[in-house]
């Protein structure tokens, strides 16, 4: 439609769609709130892609298209703050905290409130905004200069472009990468053979820190805002109200805060949240205690390097000591090779841990750590153990230095280092530990989604030369499945049954579970939805598939090495023979314009027993006439598709007014829907 605008209405339009995507990215990132589905936001997105390609002076800074990040920059500039960032004080225990209330009282002559915060474990960061448009982000530096990182803070989806309100404002606060983001980077950087982040705060550091913001753009950085340096027109007198006049213009804040007026209710508030802590989906490292009220802040003033007004309780760290009894190495699908470290179980932050990855041999190498060894351990993100190090005074003195591998250890082929990489790998394409983890790969829940189908089983199936590649999964039959182990007939039926039923899956499924390196779901999908078939796909060139949105040349190349080998070629016929689909089932953006159909646009949900359906069916069925189905009923759910026996949901969906289908309606519904 696009290329029918003119200038003018270009202009208009692009603005338009500016301030509908930033609402709808303020909702979904910063209230957790999200009013529309996902696609119209891409619909409207790609719409605002083509006008700025038309129209490249167009292009304004607060347009999300300027979020994606890949501007290359040389060199951070200096970041001056003409309002210095404080520190805090330090308080570890009940006892230091009630002198600091005590000081605090003395100076102001009567008992305050304090507004208390949980302390982020992240960076502090400095944000500006004139006539609300977001115009320099920075780091703290020493607290005077810091660095200018404002194109790789545009890239974190919570940091408005543009304000709710068009004022010039001085805001800090913390970035930092939730737990989950972690843990994933960590996993996906081990299994690329790259070094690993300790903690969220240092993968955070080393995110926001990149030259290429396109980097930066895939590490889904979060932030919370707390502090008001420059407050423009900004009216709260407190802090606690200052919290939430940030949120209404725009920024994330913390909900976990509360207003204390006693030191007892301070410190209700860290034990309640010490206890909490594991839970939250980011990592914190303390709480942090303010005066409330901004003139009493003003009136208790600064010490050289932090406020008298406020006070950071650091919680104790969460470490245990215990002993490493072995070290393990298991190889991947990829080849590389990862020790694990076998310790006597300790419990540490409220479970027991017996094991720990030691990443790699680099890793093992610089901590010195030795069989039998001493260790304290802590759980990184307050979720993976990791060891933290050596207890050298506990060492025996006839240990030695730990031996690294040289060879595989199930093929015994040479390891080797691939370019500069930490990581050893086993390098022969024949290993069975490797084809192994393929397999498992291959019928796991977001590729194939084979049921059935455990480690234990697949391993024996490769043992006894019943499959040596993912083809040879839909050449079993029932009587190989029977010489299995703990294989009876009925399961070798529910086993034929699963293989079989995932020949229909659309193509992505197939795509992530081949294991093409640095292909992961959302990529194969990416692909499967561009391409339509694995045919196309295998033809592809390497220009038009990094051309894709976010799909880099890391993928791109990746992609097209795989299918320059002959080899996935037989595959793929032998696939094809098989009766695998290799095509794309689902919708695809450009096409959901042309669906007909009660589903379209509407959140629907499934409960009680489907009898002509099965569950599965139904849903990918709905989703692919454009409808979302969802597990749980609420205010935006539009239908409750109920079966018999429908339960809590049904009742939830009756209270809320909400449209309640039984299952003959929603066939007939179904029946109704056209694919133009
Ligand atoms: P420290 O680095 O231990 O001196 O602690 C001070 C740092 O705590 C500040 O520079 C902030 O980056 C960080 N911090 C995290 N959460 C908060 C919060 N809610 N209020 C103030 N500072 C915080
Ligand atoms: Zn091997």
Redesign the pocket.
């Known amino acids: 439609m696009s290329h029918l605008l003119t200038q003018e209405e270009a202009t208009a339009r692009a603005q338009e769609l500016r301030k509908t995507l930033n609402r709808y990215a303020f909702e979904y990132y910063v209230k957790d709130q999200p009013s529309v589905e996902d696609y119209i936001y891409d619909k409207l997105y790609t719409e605002l892609v083509q006008i700025e390609e038309q129209y490249p002076e167009l292009i304004m800074s607060d347009s999300p298209t300027q979020r994606v990040g890949g501007k290359v920059i040389e060199g951070f500039e200096k970041a001056v703050h003409d309002i210095p ?1 404080y ?2 004080n ?1 308080v570890f225990s009940k006892e230091e905290l009630i002198q600091f209330d005590q000081r605090v009282q003395k100076t102001v002559g009567h008992p305050v409130s304090y507004c208390c ?4 474990d992240g ?2 960061i400095s944000l500006r905004y004139e006539n609300g448009l977001f115009v320099r982000g920075a780091t ?1 530096g020493d607290g005077s200069v810091g660095e200018n990182i404002t194109e790789n803070l545009k890239t974190v989806n919570s940091i408005p472009l543009r304000l709710n309100e068009d004022i010039s404002v001085e805001v800090r606060g ?1 970035c930092y990468m939730p737990k989950a983001s972690f843990v994933k980077l960590n996993q996906e950087r081990e299994e690329a053979g790259q070094d690993v982040f300790a903690n969220p705060r240092n993968a955070a550091a080393g995110s926001l820190r990149q030259l290429d913001t396109k980097v930066t753009a895939q590490r889904k950085l979060d932030t919370f805002l ?2 008001v340096a420059d407050f423009g027109p900004m009216t709260s007198k407190t802090q606690y109200d200052a919290l939430n006049e940030l949120s209404e213009i725009g920024f994330r804040t913390n909900p976990e805060k509360r207003l204390c007026n006693t030191v007892d209710e301070v410190w209700a508030f860290i034990q309640e949240y010490h206890d909490k802590r594991a839970e939250l989906p980011y990592e914190i490292d303390g709480i ?1 205690i303010k005066v409330n009220d901004f003139d009493i802040q003003e009136s208790l003033g600064f010490t050289v390097k932090a406020p008298r007004w406020a006070a ?1 309780y650091k919680f104790p760290p969460e470490e245990a000591q215990t002993v490493i009894e072995d070290i393990e190495w298991t190889i991947g699908r990829t080849g590389v090779i990862t020790p694990t470290a076998v310790m006597t179980p300790v419990r540490v932050a409220g479970t027991t841990v017996s094991r720990a990855s030691l990443h790699n041999a680099d890793y093992i190498r610089m901590k010195d750590i030795r069989l039998n060894d001493t260790v304290t351990i802590y759980k990184a993100g307050d979720i993976i153990p990791e060891v933290a190090q050596v207890i050298l005074e506990k060492r025996a003195k006839e240990s030695e230095a730990y031996q690294m591998p040289t060879h595989c250890p199930v093929c015994d082929s040479e390891l080797v280092h691939l370019d500069e990489e930490v990581a050893l790998r086993c390098i022969n394409p024949k290993c069975p530990a490797q084809i192994k983890e393929g397999l498992n790969h291959f019928v796991s829940r977001n590729a194939m989604n084979i049921d059935g189908l455990g480690p234990r089983v697949l391993a024996q199936m490769y043992d006894k030369h019943l499959v040596s590649d993912v083809a040879d999964l839909y050449k079993l039959t029932e009587e190989q499945l029977l010489t299995l182990d703990k294989i009876k007939e009925k399961a070798a039926g529910n086993i034929l049954t699963a293989i079989s039923a995932s020949k229909d899956n659309s193509v992505e499924r197939l795509i992530f579970g081949l294991g093409i390196r640095h292909v992961g779901a959302k990529a194969a999908k990416i692909l499967a939805e561009h391409f339509g078939d694995l045919y196309a796909i295998s033809q592809a060139d390497f220009e038009t598939i990094v051309s894709l949105d976010t799909l880099g040349d890391i993928i791109a190349n990746s992609v097209v090495t795989y299918f320059e080998n002959e080899e996935v070629h037989q595959l793929m016929a032998e696939l094809q023979s098989a009766g695998v689909n290799l095509t794309y089932k689902g919708v695809r953006t450009s096409d959901l314009e042309k669906i007909d159909s009660p589903f379209k646009d509407k959140t629907i949900v499934l409960t009680g027993k489907l009898t002509q359906f099965n569950r599965e069916e139904a849903k990918e069925t709905i989703e692919s006439l454009g409808g979302k189905v969802t597990g749980s009923v609420s205010k935006k759910t539009d239908i409750v598709v109920a079966g018999e026996e429908a339960g809590s949901k049904l009742t939830k969906a009756q209270s809320l007014g909400i449209t309640i289908w039984n299952e003959q309606q929603m066939a007939d519904a179904l029946k109704d829907s056209h694919k133009n």
């Open positions: 960032l520190s805090l330090d915060e949980l302390k982020i960076l502090s703290r913390e707390y502090t942090v950071a």
